[in-house]
């Protein structure tokens, strides 16, 4: 089993960066591929980014590609999102996820595991 909490979120201006971190729990943490996904008000959830089990591959959706980063550190079984030159389109509760299968995947529906969320805003 793999519990998720996700922290970091918050209210930032237009342009602004944050670090999104989901701490996780499990001894399996390492075989896991993780993403991130994000849900605005009157919206389906939507991906965002995923990894693969070790970090040697990632994948972003168009919307934030050049301007996140996902990374994580199976040491500290943590899972980050860096994200730069936040636009207020990026607000959003964001969720951390997590999937016992060797390849990443985009569909909510596929992941397996998730954190209670956190909430970013991004005024302009």
């Known amino acids: 089993q793999v519990l998720l909490v996700e922290s970091g979120g918050g209210l930032v201006q237009a342009g602004g960066s944050l670090r999104l971190s989901c701490a996780a729990s499990?001894?399996?943490?390492?075989?896991?591929?993780m993403g991130w996904f994000r849900q605005a008000p009157g919206k389906e959830r939507e991906f965002v980014a995923a990894i693969t089990w070790r970090g040697t591959s990632t994948f972003y959706a168009d919307s934030v590609k050049g301007r996140f980063t996902i990374s994580r550190d199976n040491a500290s079984r943590t899972l980050y999102l860096q994200m730069n030159s936040l636009k207020p389109e990026d607000t959003a509760v964001y969720y951390c996820a997590g999937r016992r299968v060797p390849v990443m995947g985009v569909a909510p529906t596929e992941y397996e595991h998730w954190g209670q969320g956190t909430q970013v805003t991004v005024s302009s």
């Open positions: 499990g001894r399996t943490f390492s075989t896991y591929s």
